[in-house]
């Protein structure tokens, strides 16, 4: 069953890099041609600031499930008394 799953997330993974990068972008025509009348400084603005808008959200994400992987079994666990039978 597991060999099914990877089977299923390859063929996943496969498909997507065959998509072209345009069904993946907003293609908005307003941004775009601004850009495109922008100099190289208002460039690599645009680049930095998509930059700062992406990272910290990305790594407060990241933090977020890892302190949830952490804790994820703190309120599971009962204490058993040695000698009782399990709770079960």
């Known amino acids: 069953m597991r060999s099914h799953e990877w089977a299923k997330g390859g063929l996943g993974a496969f498909v997507f890099t065959l998509l072209p990068q345009a069904v993946f972008a907003q293609s908005c025509g307003l941004c775009y ?3 495109a009348a922008a100099g ?4 690599e603005a645009l680049r930095s600031g998509i930059l700062i808008l992406i990272i910290p959200p990305t790594l407060m994400s990241l933090a977020m499930i890892y302190v949830l992987y952490r804790k994820r079994n ?3 666990q009962q204490e058993v008394a040695v000698g009782s039978e399990p709770p079960w």
């Not at 190289?40 to 460039?43: A, D, G, Y």
């Open 40 to 43: 190289q400084r208002m460039i």
């Open 74 to 76: 703190q309120c599971r």
């Open 33 to 35: 041609t601004q850009a």
